[in-house]
């Protein structure tokens, strides 16, 4: 059995200054293994500096990335057809950055969402008025926005920090809506369009493009045809196309890689240009 004061004594170590010193200990905290996850998580919370942190951190992403590997491949292996396993999907991929992260916590917070705000769209007969109040409710009264500063930043990505923040690309935050509205029966779906994703609505009456980057803002596909062009992208009517679950999720992954890269993190982008591999290999 690991004792704390090991685990404590170990990561003192990772800060001498002899490479062979951190090599022994990086070792023996790998050979711990899983056991040792736990206990370096308390070390790495009660860690008052940034570096130690990130340090402790990365070996937990270590440790953990095989096993985090496996639930991804569980989740496409029984298929990844709907929201539900998308979400958990995406979830999945935020133990990339935060290899101990509590997704009950997360789910209940969106079940808390979903929930605060079911009565009134329940009692609202009109499908279109339904879509607007979980829309203000999402980016009015629970402030979700673009983020605009550092766009690039992986926190703009992540769904667990994009709840925390209250920010993200426009991909993360189409997330918010559709898991939302999965748990209120609404018919939103998503829309992959070069550059900028995009959300519709499905409604009985009508049809709407939604940019969640916006504040859930409608746009007309008049205004989508013109940003395409200034970006240098000829329209085409497969850009406004429903897409499925898999193609969001590769979408998703291709923004971390991005993400990475920019940030010089290229072993972290090379983890999650392997999963996506595997999606691609599952799935397409």
Same mark, same amino acid.
């Given at each position: 059995?690991?004792?704390?004061?090991?685990?404590?004594?170990?990561?003192?170590?990772?800060? %001498?200054?002899?490479?062979?010193?951190?090599?022994?200990?990086?070792? +023996?905290?790998?050979?711990? @293994?899983?056991?040792?996850?736990?206990?370096?998580?308390?070390?790495?919370?009660?860690?008052? %500096?940034?570096?130690?942190?990130?340090?402790?951190?990365?070996?937990? +992403?270590?440790?953990?990335? @095989?096993?985090?590997?496996?639930?991804?491949?569980?989740?496409l292996e029984t298929g990844l057809t709907n929201r539900a396993k998308l979400e958990d999907a995406v979830f999945i991929l935020s133990r990339v950055e935060n290899p101990t992260l509590r997704v009950t916590e997360y789910k209940r917070k969106l079940d808390r969402f979903a929930d605060t705000i079911r009565d009134e769209i329940r009692y609202q007969p009109d499908q279109t008025r339904q879509m607007r109040l979980l829309l203000n409710y999402i980016f009015q009264e629970l402030g979700f926005s673009g983020g605009t500063t550092d766009y690039y930043h992986t926190d703009n990505a992540y769904l667990d920090r994009v709840i925390d923040r209250r920010r993200g690309l426009p991909i993360s935050l189409a997330f918010v809506v559709l898991f939302i509205a999965r748990r209120l029966d609404l018919p939103f779906c998503g829309v992959n369009m070069p550059i900028h994703f995009l959300l519709k609505f499905k409604g009985d009456k009508e049809e709407l493009l939604i940019d969640p980057f916006d504040h859930g803002k409608t746009v007309t596909y008049n205004q989508c045809h013109y940003f395409l062009k200034q970006n240098g992208v000829e329209p085409k009517p497969v850009h406004f196309q429903e897409v499925d679950e898999p193609q969001m999720l590769a979408r998703c992954i291709g923004n971390l890689m991005q993400s990475y890269r920019r940030a010089e993190q290229q072993e972290k982008a090379e983890d999650l240009k392997g999963l996506l591999k595997t999606l691609e290999m599952m799935c397409f």
């Open positions: 059995m690991t004792e704390p004061s090991e685990i404590k004594s170990l990561v003192s170590l990772l800060e %001498d200054p002899d490479p062979y010193v951190q090599g022994a200990v990086k070792r +023996r905290l790998f050979e711990l @293994g899983e056991q040792a996850v736990p206990l370096l998580d308390q070390q790495k919370n009660s860690a008052s %500096d940034d570096e130690e942190r990130a340090l402790i951190n990365d070996i937990i +992403r270590h440790i953990t990335f @095989g096993s985090m590997e496996e639930d991804f491949m569980d989740v």
